[in-house]
C-alpha cells in the first residue's frame, strides 16, 4: 500500500506561482507513474499531469500545458507541481495520485491518492 500526502496549497492572487508536493510512503515508489488531478466545486476531478516511472516522459492537461511543471524525486519519494501564471479556474483541491503500468490521464486507473490540497486563485 501507498500513503500519499499533499502540501503547498494556499491562496493566491492571479498570476502568481505555487508549488505542491505530494510525498509518498514505501519502497517502490520508483515503481509508480504519479499524477496530478484537481475537483473543482461542483466538478468531475480532472487529470492535470503526469510522470513516469523515473522521470523521463512528462503528460499535461491541454488546459495547463506551458504554465504547470512536474517533477518527481525519487530519492525523496517526492513529486512536485510547479504552478504559473495561475489563473481563477485553476482553483481546484489538488490530489496526487499513483499508478502502475504506464501513463494514463484516466481517474480510475490510479490506486492511491493522497488527501488533496486546496488552491484557491483570486481575480
Known amino acids: 500500500q501507498v500513503q500519499l500526502v499533499e502540501s503547498g496549497g494556499g491562496l493566491v492572487q492571479a498570476g502568481a506561482s505555487l508549488g505542491l508536493s505530494c510525498a509518498a510512503s514505501?519502497?517502490?515508489?520508483?515503481?509508480?507513474?504519479m499524477g496530478w488531478f484537481r475537483q473543482a466545486p461542483g466538478k468531475e476531478r480532472e487529470f492535470v499531469a503526469a510522470?513516469?516511472?523515473?522521470?523521463?516522459?512528462?503528460y499535461y492537461a491541454h488546459s495547463v500545458k506551458g504554465r504547470f511543471t512536474i517533477s518527481r524525486d525519487n530519492a525523496k519519494n517526492t513529486i512536485y507541481l510547479q504552478m504559473n501564471s495561475l489563473k481563477p479556474e485553476d482553483t481546484a483541491v489538488y490530489y496526487c495520485?499513483?499508478?502502475?503500468?504506464?501513463?494514463?490521464?484516466?481517474?480510475?486507473?490510479?490506486?492511491?491518492w493522497g488527501q488533496g490540497t486546496q488552491v484557491t486563485v483570486s481575480s
Open positions: 510522470i513516469s516511472e523515473i522521470g523521463g516522459s512528462t
Open positions: 495520485a499513483t499508478k502502475l503500468g504506464g501513463y494514463s490521464d484516466a481517474r480510475l486507473a490510479y490506486r492511491y
Open positions: 514505501g519502497r517502490t515508489f520508483s515503481s509508480y507513474v
